[in-house]
């Protein structure tokens, strides 16, 4: 078998748990909010479409995390079944060094690498603009939807609604009954003429109404007052609910914002909590790229020891390294956002530390040192399976 034909079979074995992993993981971080858009289908009335586009802006955000994750597990698993099978062994013996065997990998990281860093530092934010700017078109148009002429409306948990005719030109509507809920007590308000509008900057949504009155009772059980107001103008605002769709806010986060925006908002920051926050937001999205080459940097000299556990045992280191990678990542972000140390010091010495750690066990592995790591989980895996034959049999 050529070198060409063995990469080939080694690219297979990898690719194959990755892609697979892929979509498992990103299933799974969607599945969060699976629940919540389910509802919105079922009880408020939103088209499965819309659903569709909100969960298309959603993948972006759930790549930087998935992409590294799942080549992490589809090296662990590819090589931790080659190591079982004694497949790498055989390859050692025909001549081939962990250089050679490790080529297949580290071109599928820098592959990862380039995807990961297109997702984090573009397709990241525009997805979190994008959520944003399609749950208020479609808190617009539930609005919009909402109001029909000649039907009481009362989905609404604020107002009851109601019109007699619509101006299908001009969006008017004629006769307007509108029953206004309160604290203090319920308001009607009846009007000539009304219009729904949208604030796309502000995003709320608003029924203006004209020439009309309002009709109150007086507040407290003692009070028997009735008044009456009359209004050329008055604008009512129907509440959608706190769970009808997630909360949009019109101040945009550091998550929304390009990177380029991102850096121009740094510079222009005098508020230094708040910088120390953008900094560290933009030193995540230039560190992400470099997750994909750390796990393959870790995950080639722990899954081409020979390993009696298979895939189960690269599965579980392959956790084990993800973990500690997401306390380091997470420890470095921390301490950027609050300021105690500088944000090139925090990441870029957290990675420098894994590099280091990486090169160090792929040194030890070229040498045909055991790692005590694999040797650990070995041996707790053939213990528990012991444990569980020792029941099964009683």
Same mark, same amino acid.
């Given at each position: ?102 080529? !297949? ?43 029909? !002429? ?32 309160? &604290? ?13 509008? &949208? ?46 769709? !997630? ?94 140390? !500088? ?52």
């Amino acid at each position: 078998m050529s070198r060409s034909q063995i990469h080939r079979y080694i690219y297979r074995e990898v690719l194959s748990p990755t892609l697979l992993g892929l979509l498992v993981f990103t299933l799974v971080l969607l599945m969060g909010r699976l629940v919540k858009l389910v509802d919105l289908v079922i009880n408020k009335g939103i088209s499965l479409w819309d659903i569709l586009i909100l969960f298309g802006t959603m993948i972006p955000s759930f790549l930087t995390i998935s992409l590294p994750l799942a080549l992490l597990m589809g090296i662990m698993i590819g090589l931790s079944r080659m190591s079982a099978d004694s497949e790498t062994i055989a390859l050692k013996a025909a001549g081939l060094s962990l250089t050679n065997i490790g080529l !297949p990998v580290f071109a599928l990281a820098i592959i990862f690498s380039l995807l990961t860093g297109a997702a984090g530092l573009w397709a990241e934010p525009w997805g979190y603009r994008a959520f944003k700017t399609k749950v208020f078109e479609i808190t617009r148009q539930k609005a919009s939807i909402g109001f029909r !002429p000649q039907i009481f409306m009362d989905q609404f948990d604020n107002l009851v609604f109601y019109a007699d005719s619509l101006d299908d030109r001009t969006g008017k509507f004629r006769n307007l009954f509108i029953v206004e809920k309160r &604290a203090e007590g319920d308001t009607l308000i009846v009007a000539d003429s009304g219009q729904v509008s &949208a604030d796309a900057v502000h995003e709320t949504v608003t029924i203006h109404l004209s020439d009309g009155s309002i009709h109150r009772l007086g507040d407290g059980a003692s009070d028997n007052s009735y008044q009456i107001i009359n209004f050329r103008n008055y604008d009512v605002h129907p509440d959608l609910g706190p769970s009808a769709l !997630p909360k949009v806010r019109s101040r945009i986060k550091a998550k929304e914002l390009s990177s380029a925006e991102l850096m121009n908002k740094i510079r222009g920051e005098d508020n230094e909590s708040k910088r120390h926050l953008l900094n560290a937001e933009l030193y995540r999205r230039f560190s992400t790229p470099l997750a994909p080459l750390l796990f393959a940097l870790f995950a080639l000299p722990f899954g081409i020891q020979s390993q009696r556990s298979g895939r189960s045992g690269g599965i579980i280191i392959g956790l084990m390294i993800y973990l500690c990678y997401y306390f380091l990542f997470s420890l470095a972000k921390t301490m950027t956002a609050e300021g105690t140390a !500088p944000a090139w010091l925090s990441f870029w010495a957290m990675h420098l530390v894994m590099i280091s750690a990486g090169l160090y066990l792929l040194h030890r592995s070229s040498l045909e040192k055991p790692n005590r790591v694999v040797v650990w989980v070995n041996i707790v895996l053939a213990r528990f399976k012991a444990r569980n034959s020792q029941s099964e049999n009683s």
